[in-house]
């Protein structure tokens, strides 16, 4: 198992471009979830997904976008990237919602 | 709102004390406590996860405690080595929130 991939490590944008992080997990877990990491905030939530077609909005989820056609892949769109969505972005999933928690590996976002 | 905090900030101790980190929450209403490791630059990784209705959790070396009422969870090290440097994170998934709450960290350094 790979358990949980993001791609791609690192990424710089410029102001206003958009991007998709990708997360897939090949443990058929249902919960999975992204989060921001910040420096002196710790860990927040953006978006997460109960399952496959069901997504809902964290405690910053303003400027990201997410879907979940598949139980596998939980992708993160910027839309319009600006300086303030600079941060290491992590994807987490687990068998339900109350289960022990797998993080990937992050990505680090820049944005001029 | 549900608000974590992880005591000391940072903590350096030298190779083969045992030691103790602390977690507090103030929200009892929770479904679990989860304890990671973060190494810098790198993803999380899940050390143990304590149930509500179970008082610890041990792995090897590390033992978790949790007592609910109190808001109160303990990360025992036994015989600290330099590989045991790393941060340290406490979350708590509370269910009125469907989500994970972090601390923000308790930063070791464990010296030859």
């Known amino acids: 198992n790979a358990g949980v991939t993001q791609t791609p490590k690192f990424q710089v944008l410029k102001t206003g471009q958009s991007m998709t992080l990708q997360c897939a997990q090949d443990?058929?877990?249902?919960?999975m979830s992204w989060y921001r990491q910040d420096p002196g905030m710790g860990l927040r939530l953006i978006h997460y997904?109960?399952?496959?077609?069901?997504?809902d909005q964290g405690e910053v989820p303003n400027g990201y976008n997410v879907s979940r056609s598949t139980t596998e892949d939980f992708p993160l769109r910027l839309l319009s990237a600006a300086p303030s969505q600079t941060s290491v972005y992590f994807c987490a999933s687990s068998r339900q919602e109350i289960n022990e928690q797998f993080f990937g590996p992050g990505t680090r976002l820049t944005v001029l | 709102k549900q608000e974590v905090t992880q005591i000391p900030a940072a903590l350096s101790v030298p190779e083969g004390e045992n030691l103790v980190l602390n977690c507090s929450f103030t929200?009892?209403?929770?479904?679990?406590l989860q304890w990671f490791r973060q190494d810098p630059g790198k993803g999380l990784t899940s050390l143990l996860l304590i149930q509500s209705s179970q008082r610890e959790q041990t792995s090897g070396r590390l033992n978790a405690s949790l007592d609910k009422s109190s808001g109160r969870s303990t990360l025992y090290i036994a015989a600290s080595q330099p590989g045991d440097s790393a941060t340290y994170l406490c979350?708590?998934?509370?269910?009125?929130?469907?989500?994970?709450?972090f601390g923000t960290g308790t930063r070791l350094q464990v010296t030859l």
């Open positions: 997904s109960v399952g496959a077609g069901i997504t």
């Open positions: 979350a708590v998934f509370t269910g009125t929130a469907s989500k994970l709450t």
């Open positions: 443990m058929n877990h249902e919960y």
């Open positions: 929200d009892s209403a929770i479904y679990n």
